[in-house]
């Protein structure tokens, strides 16, 4: 087993299950190396990160218009 897959969550469970993607409103994700939150929805926006960053725990999900 990969160290990755050990490395706790850095975001609870409870909040992962309520948050969303900004832009789509497609649920998101934890990332496989767990460091950002990942838009489960595969629209062809440009305008949208489809990737979120995790800092202290906190997801960053801010979108530029």
């Not at 767990?34 to 979120?52: I, S, W």
Request: hydrophobic share 30%.
């Amino acid at each position: 087993m990969s160290q990755d897959s050990t490395k706790e969550s850095p975001i609870s469970e409870d909040l992962l299950a309520i948050l969303v993607c900004p832009r789509s409103k497609k649920k998101v994700v934890l990332s496989e190396d767990k460091t950002k939150l990942v838009c489960t929805d595969k629209c062809d926006d440009p305008k949208c990160p489809r990737e979120y960053r995790i800092e202290n725990g906190i997801p960053v999900m801010l979108i530029e218009d």
